[in-house]
């Protein structure tokens, strides 16, 4: 498949080759990710959940986490320690109860057009074709479906090895091509930034590697910032800019990793001495977290 060729392949998009140098007038213009606030900025963020009968729960305590236009930052920790709650923050389907939370430099108040969120579970519609699954937003949204977002649907699933199947329902495909069609209607939306959480964890480990490699190529293609949730220290390793490690519940940073493996990555980065070492090293950090 055409998306797949390309992304063990040579060919490197400009956003990807500019991530390794640095700035310099001629590349001021297209260097844009740099300049300006974050993508995503939360200082000080400390949130506790109530419940009915009065208890509560402090999931997060005093996170700072600081997010660059197209950068790939991958989350790890325990369960229960947050990091879905990060997503909901982010996205604005949640205040936090302390700190602030800005997305490009503005503070979040309600859920925003440029920010797409993937989940664990794909979430379709089962009585909906896949085609009509993508466009769904729109149609619930405005009533109908426009040409624009009709050919760009067919392109997104196209890019996602799903062309052949735009007319099936959800119950006739797998895990994995249903996650794809998650992954397709989350970026028919184009949003800036695209928040995953778990996406692939509820899949098989090859169809795992299939769609993370997917996932890269993509984003050769239509740069995105990313929150990535993650219970795999390879997924992150493969995927990230950045990889934030938290404690168990209150949940903290406790470390951030820059991934320095090159770009563009494949599978093949995995055979990179280098992806042995941060393994090791990463798991450590996480393992001395969740020990006790
Ligand atoms: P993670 O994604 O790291 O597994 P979550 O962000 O889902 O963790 O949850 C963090 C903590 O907050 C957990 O202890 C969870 O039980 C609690 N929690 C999450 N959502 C709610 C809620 N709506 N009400 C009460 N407690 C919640
Ligand atoms: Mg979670």
């Not at 923050?89 to 920010?115: Q, W």
């Amino acid at each position: 498949m055409n998306s797949r060729s390309t992304s063990t392949g040579l060919v490197a998009s400009a956003a990807e080759a500019m991530r390794s140098q640095p700035a310099s007038p001629e590349t001021m213009e297209t260097t844009s990710w740099l300049a300006g606030p974050a993508a995503v900025d939360l200082k000080s963020v400390t949130h506790t959940f109530r419940s009915l009968d009065r208890s509560t729960v402090t999931a997060l305590s005093d996170i700072g986490l600081e997010v660059r236009r197209t950068e790939f930052v991958s989350i790890i920790g325990p369960s229960g320690c947050g990091k879905s709650t990060i997503l909901r923050l982010i996205s604005g389907l949640l205040k936090p109860s302390s700190g602030t939370v800005s997305v490009f430099g503005l503070p979040v108040t309600e859920p925003r057009d440029d920010i797409a969120l993937v989940f664990q579970r794909p979430t379709l519609l089962p009585w909906l074709s896949v085609l009509d699954n993508v466009t769904f937003p729109e149609k619930h949204k405005t009533g109908r479906v426009s040409k624009e977002t009709s050919a760009g649907a067919l392109e997104i699933l196209e890019m996602v090895g799903l062309q052949d199947f735009l007319h099936k329902r959800p119950s006739e495909l797998s895990g994995g091509m249903q996650q794809r069609v998650a992954i397709a209607r989350a970026l028919l939306q184009d949003p800036d930034i695209l928040l995953m959480d778990e996406p692939f964890s509820a899949l098989d480990a090859l169809t795992r590697d299939e769609l993370s490699v997917e996932l890269l190529d993509i984003l050769i293609r239509r740069p995105k910032t990313v929150v990535f949730v993650t219970h795999s220290i390879q997924e992150a390793l493969l995927l990230s800019d950045r990889i934030v490690v938290m404690s168990p519940r209150p949940g903290k940073v406790t470390e951030t990793i820059t991934v320095p493996l090159p770009r563009p990555r494949g599978l093949n980065s995995m055979l990179d001495p280098l992806f042995a070492e941060m393994t090791g090293e990463i798991r450590s950090k996480v393992f001395t977290r969740t020990r006790h």
